[in-house]
């Protein structure tokens, strides 16, 4: 049973910057593809970015040329560095994990418990 954490989120301006991780527990991250997903107030959760099992990402049109997905596979840790952030960003942030799949995924296996991003002034 996969273990994902969240960290990162927080109060944060327009037009500003985050970095949220998630940290894995698992022997190896390599066989798992894997997933940013966001819930706002009110809204169904969707998907934000995925990085697959060879690194390939894919990232929805409302946050493509802002958000940049990555792993560390060797810390079993996925990344998800949020720029130029707007108030429509607002939502509790998800990590999710597949077992080897490509992106964006169909399916998720595990999900983290979700941090907190606010997008405010």
């Known amino acids: 049973q996969l273990q994902l954490v969240e960290s990162g989120g927080g109060l944060v301006q327009p037009g500003g910057s985050l970095r949220l991780s998630c940290a894995v527990s698992?022997?190896?991250?390599?066989?798992?593809?894997m997933s940013w997903f966001r819930q706002a107030p009110g809204k169904e959760r969707e998907g934000v970015a995925c990085?697959?099992?060879?690194?390939?990402?894919n990232y929805a049109d409302s946050v493509k040329g802002r958000f940049t997905i990555s792993r560390d596979n060797a810390k079993n840790t996925v990344y998800l560095q949020m720029n130029s952030l707007k108030p429509e960003d607002t939502a509790v942030y998800y990590c999710?994990?597949?077992?080897?799949?490509?992106?964006?995924?169909?399916?998720?296996?595990?999900w983290g418990k979700g941090t907190l991003v606010t997008v405010s002034s």
């Open positions: 999710a994990a597949t077992r080897g799949s490509g992106c964006p995924v169909s399916f998720v296996h595990y």
């Open positions: 990085i697959s099992m060879s690194g390939t990402t």
């Open positions: 698992v022997r190896t991250l390599n066989y798992y593809s």
